[in-house]
Each structure stands twice: as C-alpha cells, then as structure tokens.
C-alpha cells in the first residue's frame, strides 16, 4: 500500500529513520526505499531489522542500511547518526519513530522508571534532531518528522509518562521548526491513531477495542502501517515545502 504515490524528489534523499525495525518504523523505511531514497536506520532488535533488509534487499535499489543501537544511549545513538552519514552523506530527512508505550501505574511510577521511559520516548528524538542538524545547515535545508500519539489527546488512562512525553514532541516540533525555519529546515509532528501493528494486535486489541475503533473513528476499517509511512513520505517531500510546526493527525477521525 506504500508508496503509491511517486515523490520524484525523495530519489537519492538521505533518511534516517529512529526504530525502523519493525512496526510503524519498519513501514516507514521501506516506504522510503521504495521511493528510491537512501535509507538508514537505527534499532536495537538485531532479527528484526536484519529480516527487513534482506526483505527490502531484491525489492529497491539501495537496501537500507543498519545499524544496531541502544536509542536510549545518546552517545550510542549520536554514532549511529555519525555512521549513517559517514557511509550516506549528510542527512536531509529525519524521522523521529521510537518510541515505548508500555503501561504502567501512576502511582507506582519511580523515579528510575520515568526517566528511562523519558528517555526512549522524547530524548532519543531531541538528540537525534541535535545530531542531523548540523548536516542540514550544511546542506541548506531538511526535514524533520516526529512522531506524536493520540493518546494523551483521547484521555487514555494507564500510562502517564508515555502520554507526558508524546505531548511534549509537539513543543519540540514548534520550537526548532522556529529557530531552524530560516535554514529551510522543516518540522512537524506525525501523529498516529490506533495503528493495528504487530505488537498492538498481540497486548492490547480484543473485543472492547474493536468496539472502541468503530464507535469513535469516522471513517470505517483498521489503520495500518502504510497510513502513516504514506503521511511520513509527504512531509519528508519537498511537496511539503512550505509546511512546517505543524501536526497532522492520521487517526481515522478518532480525536
């Protein structure tokens, strides 16, 4: 489903895509790759993302490229990035993916488990926009895409810290599409409903969240992975050139 619309302007792009390998970030790699850009990105699920290379391998011109990391390591993330421009050239799309939206209590939240859950859901994208921009600037322009969540805009219960951080990814998405906008370095937020992956069809959808997607979407059937690639594609194009601090939500009209 990916894909069907051709970006002329993504050939030869350089992207790096923050847990691309599997999931929403897994969609969004390949849906780069298909349109001819060179794709890196960074995971710490070596099976996962070895499996979609090989995958993408026979299918696009330039395999993406891997790289093993721990993204709640800032140094370890800063060389990925390092390593992906290294063998790439400078990065001109960004897109800001992991993310961890395990449950848990309020009121059994400590003070280790906010911040590694802070960590992975907001500081990886911080410093992954800090380590590519300076490429950007270089270049004269690029894109920035980070990805929010409906959650904390439906009120979901269940997992504060998760919530906290995805709200905070649109001040950042303002903050540096601001001071950055004179560079022609565009940013926005992504911001994903229910998307029926892998893992959601495994922890959290039964019969009540069915229910819940068909009495609260506007629209009928499942979002899926290449609903939000689709999304990533547009703003990572120069179709999108005057778009920026902006959030597009792709939630079937959920919120």
Known sequence: MSGATRYANLQGKRVFVTGGG?????????????????????????????MLVDKLAGQVAEAPLFIACDLADMDALR????????????IDILVNNTANDERHQFLDVTDDYFDAKMTINLKAAFFAAQAVMPGMLR???GAI?????TGWKNKVAGYAVYATCKSAVNGLTRSLAREFGQHRVRVNTLT?????????????????A????????????????????????????????MVTAQEFVVDAGWT
């Open 145 to 149: 895409v980070n990805l929010g969540s």
């Open 192 to 208: 994903p409903g229910w998307v029926m992956t892998a893992k959601q069809l495994d922890k959290w959808v039964d019969a009540d």
């Open 79 to 90: 060389g990925a990035v390092g390593a992906a421009v290294a063998q790439l050239g400078d």
């Open 22 to 50: 599997s999931g929403i970030g897994a969609d969004i790699v390949c849906a780069y790759a298909r349109q001819g850009a060179l794709v890196a990105f960074a995971d710490r699920d070596v099976s996962a993302s070895t």
């Open 139 to 141: 270049r004269g322009g």
């Open 210 to 241: 069915e229910r819940a997607m068909d009495q609260h979407q506007c629209l009928p059937g499942r979002i899926v992975g290449d609903d939000i690639a689709n999304m990533a594609l547009f703003l990572g194009s120069a179709d999108s050139r």
